[in-house]
């Protein structure tokens, strides 16, 4: 390799806080491309279905947005949020998809070039396109993950989306589920593969189009504390998420395949709950105690926002003591994964100081406010009142 590398070997290089001359691990291990190799058809089959995967859960969240606003806007006793805050979420909401996934289509481009200049050792003319053989050799979430982890300046952007993945998962369990909004798993699903940001303003345009109802009637009148529930679940959830984040910031873990595995932790943590409120009957994934539930999600919040803060301290004065401030605001564009995950984390900054100010000003108003939540929840059955599903996945009030 020359001295002076090019600008386009520039881009393997890690960023400050790494050694000269990093390459991904998935380039470092390549082999010859056997002869009479199999058909490409299952990596073409994995990359489109997941390209699937985000387009159905979008349309299906959409399609029940879409359905609770009609039902919203022919009721007679439920006026619907201020057209301002729809509209102003929605073009959020295409503003992150849209930045977001700019930059992820330029990563696969990226990649594929990348893999093909080190596959021409082995003869692969540039002239033929060979996106099978790239796709069944490369793991890009593995090695998308891989780019945005190492190196100071780009952790410091991409630690805070497990912070915010973070806040999503509560804010699904703490709000979504108690005005009735049942898919929870689909907003954290494709948070997942498709960007935190665009699946945050997609619940809060849930929380918008649903204004929470009462609870359903009780027979008994009286519930039990019970000391097991999904609040542990929670609990675990926070704690595998804000863990890995920080241990993902030590440098031992930026080199080999070591971080998958951790990196793996809070992607399946965060989905446990939403998916176990699918397949057990709801009265096993109901808190019975809305206070003390209350007070956990006080200390879940701390931890997250805390620990967010805390790490964002730390990786601020590590990336500032090897290249300055400019090589965190650099970080941001010089790879176009470093660039998808910044932009999801600038959104979400975006999403939830908006929705924070909206909350405060409009505190009083029924689209906002969760104190008849609790006022109501957990009592016996004597409004007359009860709520009705009507399909949608959206708790429906109606009387008696």
Not at 57 to 79: C, E, W
Not at 155 to 175: H, M, T, V
Request: aromatic share 16%; hydrophobic share 45%.
């Amino acid at each position: 390799m020359p001295s002076s590398p090019s600008t386009f070997q520039s881009f393997l290089m890690a960023p400050p806080g790494a050694p000269q001359g990093y390459i991904p691990s998935s380039f470092r291990e390549k082999e010859p491309v056997p002869y009479g190799m199999d058909s490409n058809a299952r990596p073409y089959a994995i990359f489109f279905s997941y390209m699937g995967l985000c387009a159905g859960l979008t349309l299906f969240i959409i399609h029940r947005l879409t359905k609770g606003f009609s039902a919203l806007s022919k009721s007679k006793t439920a006026q619907p949020p201020p057209k301002k805050y729809v509209v102003l979420f929605v073009v959020l909401a295409i503003g992150s998809l849209a930045t977001t996934w700019y930059h992820m289509i330029q990563y696969f481009k990226f990649s594929y070039d990348t893999w093909l200049m080190w596959r021409q050792h082995y003869e692969l003319t540039p002239q033929m396109k060979h996106w099978g053989l790239w796709l069944r050799e490369t793991s890009l979430f593995k090695e998308a993950w891989e780019t945005v982890l190492v190196g100071f300046a780009r952790y410091w952007w991409s630690n805070q989306i497990f912070f915010f993945a973070c806040a999503l998962g509560l804010d699904l369990e703490q709000r979504g589920f108690r005005r009735g909004i049942r898919h929870t798993w689909a907003f954290m699903l494709l948070g997942q593969i498709v960007a935190i940001s665009f699946a945050t303003n997609l619940f809060i345009l849930a929380q918008l189009l649903c204004p929470p109802p009462p609870p359903p009637a009780s027979t008994s009148g009286v519930y039990k504390k019970k000391w097991f529930g999904p609040w542990l679940l929670n609990v675990a959830s926070v704690i595998a998420t804000v863990i890995p984040a920080f241990l993902l910031a030590a440098e031992e873990y930026w080199y080999g395949h070591a971080f998958f595995k951790l990196l793996m932790i809070p992607h399946i943590a965060l989905l446990v709950l939403p998916f176990v409120r699918v397949i057990l009957p709801s009265h096993y994934v109901t808190d019975s105690n809305v206070q003390f539930e209350d007070r956990v999600y006080k200390i879940l919040w701390s931890t997250t926002i805390g620990g967010g803060l805390l790490l964002g301290l730390n990786m601020t004065g590590a990336a500032v003591r090897y290249g300055g401030y400019e090589g965190i605001v650099i970080a941001l564009h010089e790879h176009p994964a470093v660039s998808s995950v910044g932009y999801d984390v600038i959104f979400c900054w975006v999403t939830w100081i908006a929705w924070s100010a909206i909350k405060v000003v409009n505190s009083g108003d029924v689209f906002v406010r969760e104190k008849e939540i609790d006022e109501y929840a957990w009592k016996d059955d004597r409004s007359g009142t009860t709520v009705t599903d009507g399909g949608n996945g959206i708790g429906a009030v109606r009387r008696r």
